[in-house]
């Protein structure tokens, strides 16, 4: 998968508080995936997040992993299957885009849930 790039008119949705190791939620680091619409931008305060991004749900290894390091960002497409791994002293937020309201709707495909912040 190439990077891809959330479309210039598309908008912020929701955000994360930050997560360390300490309290990242468990859906994170298991494979997950964005929502139908839904980008993901992961952004990199501290140490480093690496990303595995995986061809679809059952495959067995990832089909790229990238290491993104503090002051760094990476997107996630639409219906995209990864996970992510961080270093002792990562701290990571993600940031949810989309091109239409989405702010009632999940912005990910997993079973564990975590709370976002809305930007309305």
Not at 54 to 80: C, H, K, Q, R, W
């Amino acid at each position: 998968m190439e990077h891809q790039r959330i479309p210039p008119h598309w908008t912020v949705q929701r955000s994360t508080k930050f997560f360390t190791k300490e309290n990242v939620p468990p859906a994170l680091v298991t494979r997950h995936n964005t929502a139908e619409g839904v980008f993901g931008q992961l952004c990199v305060m501290e140490g480093t997040v690496t990303y595995f991004g995986f061809a679809d749900a059952e495959a067995p290894e990832p089909e790229m992993t990238l290491v993104i390091n503090a002051g760094e960002f990476a997107t996630s497409p639409p219906e995209y299957w990864h996970k992510v791994a961080l270093s002792d002293d990562a701290q990571f937020n993600l940031v949810f885009w989309a091109e239409t309201d989405k702010s009632k709707e999940p912005v990910f495909g997993a079973k564990e849930t975590f709370h976002t912040q809305s930007n309305s």
